[in-house]
């Protein structure tokens, strides 16, 4: 249900100031992000007291793709199953403010690809220096006062005036091959919202389908040649070139499979232990891998992914056992 402070129109009626974001973005964790869209989604599950964890199956089925890891996503079909979500394109043919307005006011959101030239919270990053596409998730937004309040990241922010103006396009005339921004909608009356021992049955029963359809064969096993491939280029390239490459690949995977850890813990406790360090030595290996290529030095990179290759086999084999 939607809630109102004054002109703030909000989803959820939290504040930035107070909110505190879900235990897959701890600060003790390997990976506190995974990637914009996977993050906006579990906060915004987890201001709406829901538990993000049950929809990270899919993180089983990651894949190397060629140039990349697979951008880990929860399929459409199970936020559906397991929160009642919907989550599907709309058209932004209007301002996109007052779309937000009167979305959340229905009690639905929309989330929008963003400039993080204007979102606050990129400080560290892109914030007033760098033109990056990012997805948001709006939470509240004040028409007359210039407010949005918006998940991004790890939590929940608030930007205003100049950058409101500036996220949204307002005030200024833009040449025609401006396009407008990605948007969906997110509807939360798609279903009933499972709870308790129903929502683990449900997520296990999902677990299963998607060990079910991981890659055929080993993936670490087809990223190591590519990286060897790569590795000269690396080499030869900026630091643009290695963060870019970085992010698409060891971060990827060893964000995913960080993800995939907890997914486990939360279902299935002691009993997936043996899964769970497995999943572990991938997430630490990538994190290795990622400090050898950030040296920009050559090195050997077969024996570390091997290790990659071999801690997989055995977390999909011990999974099996355990989600039978």
Partial sequence: MSASTDRLVSLTGHDPASYRSHSLHAPERTYVETNCYTDILIELLHARDREPLAAMGCAMRMDFEGDQWTFLKPSPEDMELLFGVDVHEMQPYRPIPGQIAEQIADGRTLIVELDSWYLPDTAATSYRTEHVKSSVAADAIDLEGERLRYFHATGLYELAGDDYRGVFRLGRELSADV???????????????????????????????HLDRRPSTNPFTRFAAQLERDLPRLL????????????????????????????????AGENAAAAHDALTRIVQGCKTLSFKLARRRAFEPAPAVAELAVAWDEAMTRLDDTIA
Avoid at 184 to 204: C, H, Q, S, W
Avoid at 240 to 263: L, N
């Fill in 179 to 209: 396009l407008p921004p990605y948007t969906e909608l997110v509807r939360f009356d798609a279903g009933p919202a499972l709870r308790g021992e129903e929502l683990r049955k449900a997520a296990r029963s999902l677990l299963r389908v």
């Fill in 236 to 267: 030869d390239g900026n630091a643009a070139d290695y963060h870019a490459y970085a992010f698409a690949t060891v971060r990827m995977a060893g964000s995913a499979f960080e993800v995939a850890c907890s997914h486990i813990d939360w279902l």
